[in-house]
T-cell receptor, first 110, second 116 residues
């Protein structure tokens, strides 16, 4: 079993929909939780960064962390075609290695 | 502002050949790392460095060597290429915080390697 699990998708939604992306993990030592966005044939770029449990909002994006359930989510409101990308969750225990999920491919159709 | 620059962008090798993937960053980041990305596997850490002269193994280090002689450069060497090393390789850098990586990695655009 992988340390971080993420549904690969693809997830197809109409423009304007609310999107929910999720990851589960098994290592309770993870303290830092990140979401990266990766456009086709590009490198990933950091989208959201949270520490421990709770919510963080940035524009149309909300990241949630539930450490008791070992479950993190990324919500995208009013999704746009430009949000079409692969979304990767990542986690860290304050050490030198990030652990990534496999990524979820999202397609937002006009 | 170049950020993280990787070369080459594409490379085809024959089994047994060696090559070096180059990575340079201009952000004065202490932390640099190499990942490989394969379908369904996400990003897997190969090697990383927390400063010049310091390197360590990640999750999948076999078949790869690294060195860090300067803050800016972190080359990845394939010693004897195998078809299993066909992948997209990403270099990433970051500041460090309290001795650990911050989590805000800055990635290059990737190097696509095919081993025949």
């Amino acid at each position: 079993q992988k340390e971080v699990e993420q549904d690969p998708g693809p997830l197809s939604v109409p423009e304007g929909a609310i999107v929910s992306l999720n990851c589960t993990y098994s290592n309770s030592a993870f303290q830092y939780f990140m979401w990266y966005r990766q456009y086709s044939r590009k490198g990933p770029e950091l989208l959201m960064y949270t520490y421990s449990s709770g919510n963080k909002e940035d524009g149309r994006f909300t990241a949630q962390v539930d450490k008791s359930s070992k479950y993190i989510s990324l919500f995208i409101r009013d999704s746009q075609p430009s949000d079409s990308a692969t979304y990767l969750c990542a986690m860290n225990n304050a050490g030198n290695m990030l652990t990534f999920g496999g990524g979820t491919r999202l397609m937002v159709k006009p | 502002n170049a950020g993280v620059t990787q070369t080459p962008k594409f490379q085809v090798l024959k089994t047994g050949q060696s090559m070096t993937l180059q990575c340079a960053q201009d952000m004065n980041h202490e932390y640099m790392s190499w990942y490989r990305q394969d379908p369904g596997m996400g990003l897997r850490l190969i090697h990383y460095s927390v400063g010049a002269g310091i390197t360590d193994q990640g999750e999948v280090p076999n078949g790869y060597n690294v060195s860090r002689s300067t803050t800016e450069d972190f080359p990845l060497r394939l010693l004897s290429a195998a078809p299993s090393q066909t992948s997209v390789y990403f270099c990433a850098s970051s500041q460090t915080l309290a001795g650990g990586v911050t989590g805000e990695l800055f990635f290059g655009e990737g190097s696509r390697l095919t081993v025949l």
